[in-house]
C-alpha cells in the first residue's frame, strides 16, 4: 500500500472529505493499491494513485488498463483474463482480433474467398476459372482451394512427334509435316525455299545442310532419320581436318617408302 504524503491531508480538499465522513462517508488519504502496479483497487477511490483508472484486479501486476492484449496467436490470448480491463476476454477484445476488413485476409489465392467475420478470417473454397501455370492444360478452373486443369493431347498435330513446350521435340505442333525427321532437302526442293525450319533443327532453309548444293546429303528421308541431316558447319569442319592430315599422312607415307630402300 502507498501512502499519501502528510502535507497532502491538510489541503482544502482533504478539509472537504472530512465534512463527508461525519456524514457516513469514508475515505483514505492514500492509494489502495495492492500490487503496486499503480492503479487503484476496485471499489477505491483512485484520484491519489499513479494513474487514474480502476484496475480490474488489485492482486495482479499484470492485469490492468495499461496492459496491452494482443497481438492475435499470443499467450494472453487464450489465458482466459481480460488484461486490460477495457474491452473483454481473450477474442472479445479487438488487440486478440486476427482482422477489422477483408482486405486483413488475402491470402494470394485465387481459388478461394477471403472474408472478415467477427475479427477472424474465413476461406471459403470456390470454383473460378483460373491459370495452372501449365501451358499443356486447358478449361483451368478452381477445385478445392487450387488449381487444376484437364492435359490435352500433346501430339495435336498427330505426326507422332510431342510438342515442345510439353516436353517433346516438334517445334510446330500445327503442322504434321514440321517434326524432327523430316527430309529438308534438296537444295532445289520447296522445302528449302519455304522459310520454315521442317526438321526443327534450328536451321531453316539454306542453313540447313541438307538445302546447301555440294553438301552430301542422306539419300532418303529414312537415312535422314536413322543419321540425321548433316549441317553447314559440320562439313565446314570436316574439310578443315581433312586439309590438315593430308599433308601429315604424306609424310609418313614417303618415309615408309624410303626406309624401304
Known amino acids: 500500500m502507498r501512502k499519501t504524503p502528510l502535507f497532502l491531508c491538510l489541503t482544502p480538499f482533504f478539509l472537504l472529505t472530512l465534512l463527508i465522513a461525519t456524514a457516513g462517508y469514508t475515505f483514505a ?23 487514474p483508472d480502476v484496475d480490474c484486479d488489485d492482486t495482479n501486476p499484470a492485469v490492468n488498463p495499461g496492459a496491452t492484449e ?6 494472453v490470448c487464450s489465458d482466459g483474463i481480460d488484461n ?18 477483408d482486405a486483413d485476409c488475402n491470402d494470394a489465392n485465387p481459388c478461394t474467398d477471403d472474408d472478415c467475420d467477427a475479427g477472424f478470417c474465413a476461406y471459403t473454397n470456390n470454383t473460378a476459372p483460373c491459370d495452372d501455370g501449365n501451358v499443356c492444360t486447358s478449361g483451368d478452373v478452381c477445385l478445392d482451394g487450387g488449381c487444376s486443369g484437364v492435359a490435352f493431347d ?3 498435330d498427330g505426326d507422332g512427334h510431342v510438342a515442345e513446350v510439353c516436353g517433346g521435340k516438334d517445334c510446330n505442333d500445327s503442322d ?15 522445302a528449302c525455299t519455304d522459310g520454315i525450319d521442317n526438321n526443327c533443327n534450328g536451321y531453316t ?3 540447313d545442310a541438307g538445302c546447301v548444293a555440294g553438301v552430301c546429303s542422306p539419300a532418303s528421308a529414312a537415312d ?9 558447319q559440320g562439313s565446314r569442319l570436316s574439310t578443315i581436318l581433312f586439309a590438315l592430315l593430308l599433308p601429315v599422312g604424306a609424310v609418313i607415307l614417303v618415309r615408309r617408302v624410303f626406309r624401304k630402300r
Open 29 to 51: 488519504c492514500h492509494c489502495e493499491d495492492e500490487d503496486g502496479d499503480g492503479y487503484g483497487a476496485p471499489g477505491s477511490t483512485p484520484v491519489l494513485c499513479q494513474y
Open 70 to 75: 494482443g497481438p492475435y496467436g499470443s499467450g
Open 84 to 101: 486490460n480491463c477495457r474491452n473483454g476476454i481473450d477474442n472479445l477484445d479487438p488487440g486478440c482480433q486476427q482482422c477489422s476488413v
Open 154 to 156: 500433346l501430339d495435336q
Open 176 to 190: 504434321p509435316a514440321v517434326h524432327p525427321g523430316v527430309f529438308e532437302a534438296p537444295p532445289d526442293g520447296p
Open 205 to 207: 532453309d539454306l542453313e
Open 224 to 232: 535422314a532419320a536413322v543419321y540425321g541431316t548433316p549441317s553447314e
